[in-house]
Nanobody, 123 residues
Framework: QVQLVESGGGLVQAGGSLRLSCAAS????????MGWFRQAPGKEREFVAA????????YYADSVKGRFTISRDNAKSTGYLQMNSLKPEDTALYYC????????????????WGQGTQVTVSS
């Protein structure tokens, strides 16, 4: 079993930055890949970024490429999402997820989820 807890969300002005954290417990953190997703009101959950178990491979949605950076510290069992140049359209509830069984871009492929942390970007 894996437990994931996100933190670091908040209210920020457009152009600002936030760093989200995802603290993992349970199974050895370095044994699985992880991803970040987001869901705005009235919209489906969408892929944001993913990272391999070692951190050597990263993947991004086109909408965040060049602005967001995913990383992980396996010694601390924590994943991160650094978000720069934030836009109002980045406003959403952000979730971290662990252990994709197939495509890292599909929420249904992940077995473990955190409770989410709210990010609100004002214009």
């Amino acid at each position: 079993q894996v437990q994931l807890v996100e933190s670091g969300g908040g209210l920020v002005q457009a152009g600002g930055s936030l760093r989200l954290s995802c603290a993992a417990s349970g199974r050895t953190f370095s044994s699985y890949a992880m991803g970040w997703f987001r869901q705005a009101p009235g919209k489906e959950r969408e892929f944001v970024a993913a990272i391999s178990w070692s951190g050597s491979s990263t993947y991004y949605a086109d909408s965040v490429k060049g602005r967001f950076t995913i990383s992980r510290d396996n010694a601390k069992s924590t994943g991160y999402l650094q978000m720069n140049s934030l836009k109002p359209e980045d406003t959403a509830l952000y979730y971290c997820a662990g252990e994709p069984r197939g495509s890292y871009k599909l929420p249904d492929e992940y077995d473990y989820w955190g409770q989410g942390t709210q990010v609100t970007v004002s214009s």
